[in-house]
């Protein structure tokens, strides 16, 4: 257990308990016509994580379902502004925000989560979580990181490279791949339409969204 784990389970209280929703999930679900599941979105810095987790949002908006993108910027911002970048706070930021994503997905929704999440063992630890095992959608977005950096929308590759950024994934920090995600999607080979594409693919033929007519009007 790493010092922050640690701390964390000390004070926590322990007159709580869990209260059940009135509503089911099933019955959720039911009623927006779709499964609720989690799209995990991983890959380097720069590799298109964020560009293509919102377009697939928009593509999901426009056919009906009721889907939301969680972007690792936007959390930083605020339930994660506490933490940083070293080893212990990227794994602390996965957790909180694997946490907000199963309410997400028990709730009924398509969660998209777009973060660089570099180690396995917190996206295996945010897939254990998961009510349902069908639940936790990894989809790795690969590109090589020359590619990256030459991309570098935000220049911290520049400054990762300049020493101005420390513990920069690709650069100083690892990046640890998935071994067996449930999608690649390969952005420096295909445009980001194909990429919504083969996600959208994956979701109707794995049963996640089911309505051709709904696909239909996502794809138009």
């Known amino acids: 257990m790493n010092e922050r784990t640690n701390e964390s389970a000390q004070s926590r209280s322990e007159n709580v308990t869990w209260h059940d929703s009135a509503v089911t999930r099933e019955a959720r679900e039911e009623r927006r016509g779709h499964r609720g599941a989690v799209l995990w979105f991983t890959g380097l810095s720069a590799s298109g994580k964020s560009t293509l987790a919102v377009e697939v949002e928009k593509a999901l908006f426009r056919g009906g379902y009721f889907s939301y ?10 339930l994660n502004g506490d933490l940083g970048f070293t080893a212990v706070d990227r ?3 996965i957790r909180r925000i694997g946490e907000v994503a199963k309410l997400f997905a028990t709730s009924g929704a398509l969660c998209l989560t777009a973060f660089i999440s570099p180690y396995r063992a917190d996206r295996d630890r945010v897939r254990e979580l998961m009510s349902r ?5 990894e989809i790795h977005v690969s590109c090589p990181v020359e590619v ?3 991309r570098d929308p935000k220049g911290l590759y520049k400054k990762a490279r300049a020493g101005e950024i ?3 994934t690709g650069i100083d920090a690892p990046y640890e791949a998935p071994e067996g995600p449930e999608v690649v999607v390969e952005t420096n080979v ?6 919504v594409e ?3 693919d994956y979701l109707k033929n794995h049963g996640y969204i089911s309505s051709e007519s ?3 009007a996502v794809s138009g």
């Not at 295909?190 to 990429?195: F, H, Q, S, T």
């Open 69 to 78: 993108v969680l972007d690792g910027d936007n959390v930083r911002h605020g």
């Open 91 to 93: 794994t602390e930021n």
């Open 133 to 137: 095992s069908r639940d936790f959608v």
């Open 148 to 150: 990256c950096e030459e």
């Open 166 to 168: 420390p513990n920069f």
């Open 190 to 195: 295909y445009d980001v339409e194909a990429c």
């Open 198 to 200: 083969q996600v959208l």
């Open 214 to 216: 709904r696909l239909r």
